[in-house]
């Protein structure tokens, strides 16, 4: 079922207001607004808004919606409207819930030229018709007729329903109208703007959700992606990192053992097998200096032997017998002798430091030192 | 037009939806920053530790090479001539009693309690000592000189005798040191 209301009550242009500028919003109803149930499209009418026609207290799943057209020429406009329609629907649907009868609202507009009257039927909490009736002007001496015959239909058609009056049609009164609901109303009153754009499609309707989209998967991207880079950087050096790893460790040696190689080459080398040998040809010089004295051992003591001991090396000399002294002296003289050569601190051994052999004599002499 | 309708009757809750889709997905998209900016410092971390790893044993890997070279591989020493081979005192212009040449002991060769590819072989010929002789002392006392300086043989203590025809000394403790890593 569809309606044609007859006026605009503020037509945007014709109230030369710009309608886009807040404050000053038309108000739409009358001829310039077209109302319908079903999905039909009217000629010459662009599609604004739909609305739920049934209120949000009603349970059920069968939802239908009440489809809002106005003119094209409005649409031109592109401003922003308030929809009358919306008031009328919001306010029938809360009086249908809370007088639980039929509720009949008249809405529409009167001037000089006739009467719009938009008549929405609602029945428990739920728009179910919406119908429209041409009437004169309301100093025509038959408008009280008129009026009165059009509310006795109604009452012959719902028998228990309140019919109820709504702004900016004038009160009736005395014609049967159970309420009235003046520009006070609050339903009537506070309508959310509607911006008409001529011929907007569903992508103009989503653009929003559109953008809020893009905006999260580009605030995603940059938030995620930038670590997500490092972290592919960092995981190809890895990698690289790896093969030069499988590369150099092919010889199964680990860092540590050759960490310890170099060390073992870099330390001071244990120089005291060259010592022993340049102590010994130093000793064995010395011993040659002596007259007729023979070396029978030189002996270079290892380092455990010596710190045990505290000799550093032993020697074995043999020299012909001094018979004008005793044996101690002369060995105290080859000891001597030996010590200012070498310039070691020596001393005859006090085990068999001292022995005579035939017409030699053996000395043991015992180097503890360097002088 | 009737698609364009129904579509639009779920506008608000399509921009809902995309709204608490997008908070999610900044909520998430936080979370995860965080999890793989983690992971990035770590690996970076990891990565710095391991580059300078690798640098130190490619250094100490060059210098292997040397160390190669400085030591015979324990391979060529498959009896005990071959030990006497590698002792080669004919190099220090000293000679030994093949007949008494013997191995007395062989062990790791450890720094600080770290095996580092080497082994320990000690050799004597008579009892625990090496009997080392030279035609005369002053041969025997040069070629002792080259030997106490050379790399790879170590020695303790050192007896030189001078009531006998030739030169002869008596070493202590004679090991060499060899490789048991590496190619032969």
């Keep these: 079922m569809r309606i044609r209301l007859p006026s ?51 349970m059920g799943r069968a939802r239908s919606q009440l489809h809002i057209y106005v003119d094209d020429e ?16 919001r306010l029938g649907l809360w009086r249908s819930h809370r007088t639980r009868k039929v509720v009949v609202m008249l809405g529409g507009e009167q001037d000089e030229t006739g009467t719009n009257l938009l008549m929405m039927v609602f029945q428990s909490g739920k728009l179910k018709d919406v119908a429209e009736r041409f009437l004169p002007p309301s100093p025509a001496i038959d408008f009280d007729d008129l009026v009165r015959n059009t509310i006795q239909s109604i009452r012959e058609t719902f028998p228990e329903c309140s019919i109820e009056q709504c702004h900016p049609l004038p009160e009736w009164k005395g014609v049967g109208i159970d309420r009235y609901h003046g520009p006070q109303s609050p339903l009537l009153r506070f309508i959310m703007p509607t911006r008409l754009a001529p011929g907007k499609g569903l992508q103009g309707h989503l653009m929003i959700p559109l953008l809020v989209v893009v905006a999260g998967a580009g605030y995603y991207a940059y938030t995620v992606g930038t670590p997500y880079l490092e972290y592919r950087d960092a995981h190809q050096v890895a990698e690289r990192l790896q093969l030069r790893m499988t590369r150099e460790t092919s010889n199964r040696i680990s860092l540590d053992v050759l960490q310890a190689q170099s060390e073992f080459v870099r330390q001071e080398r244990d120089d005291s097998q060259v010592l022993h040998v340049d102590n010994a040809l130093r000793l064995a010089g010395a011993i040659h200096q002596i007259p007729a004295a023979q070396i029978q051992r030189i002996e270079m003591l290892p380092k455990i032997a010596q710190a045990e001991t505290g000799i550093r090396s032993r020697l074995d000399i043999v020299v012909p017998s001094n018979t004008q002294i005793p044996a101690l002296e002369q060995g105290r003289d080859v000891l001597g002798e030996l010590s200012r050569n070498s310039g070691m601190s020596m001393r005859l051994s006090r085990q068999r430091g001292i022995s005579e052999r035939g017409a030699t004599r053996a000395f043991v002499v015992e180097v503890v030192g360097n002088e | 037009m009737n698609n364009v309708k129904k579509s639009t009757a779920l506008l608000p809750m399509i921009t809902l939806m995309t709204f608490l889709a997008s908070g999610l997905l900044a909520h998430s998209a936080t979370k995860a920053q965080q999890t793989l900016q983690d992971k990035a410092d770590r690996q970076e971390r990891i990565n710095v530790q391991v580059a300078h790893h690798l640098d130190t044993y490619e250094e100490l890997s060059a210098q292997a090479k040397d160390w190669d070279h400085g030591f015979r591989h324990i391979n060529e020493a498959k009896d005990v001539l071959g030990l006497y081979r590698l002792l080669n005192l004919r190099r220090f212009g000293l000679a030994s009693d093949l007949g008494q040449f013997h191995l007395t002991s062989d062990s790791p060769f450890l720094v600080k309690k770290q095996h580092i590819g080497l082994i320990e072989v000690c050799v004597a010929s008579q009892g625990d000592r090496l009997l080392v002789q030279a035609e005369d002392y002053t041969k025997l006392m040069q070629g002792l000189g080259e030997m106490a300086r050379a790399e790879d043989i170590t020695f303790d203590g050192l007896t030189i005798y001078g009531d006998r025809e030739l030169g002869e000394a008596e070493l202590s403790n004679v090991c060499m040191l060899l490789r048991d890593r590496g190619d032969a």
């Design chain 1, 8 to 58: 605009l009550k503020r037509h945007p242009k014709d109230a030369g207001a710009d309608p886009s500028t807040k404050g000053d919003t038309a108000t739409l109803v009358g001829r310039s607004v077209y109302l319908s149930l079903d999905d039909e499209r009217p000629k010459n009418m662009t599609w604004v808004k739909s609305l739920s026609a049934q209120s949000p207290l009603r």
């Design chain 1, 74 to 89: 409005v649409t031109e406009s592109k401003g922003r409207v308030k929809l009358m329609a919306e008031g009328y629907l």
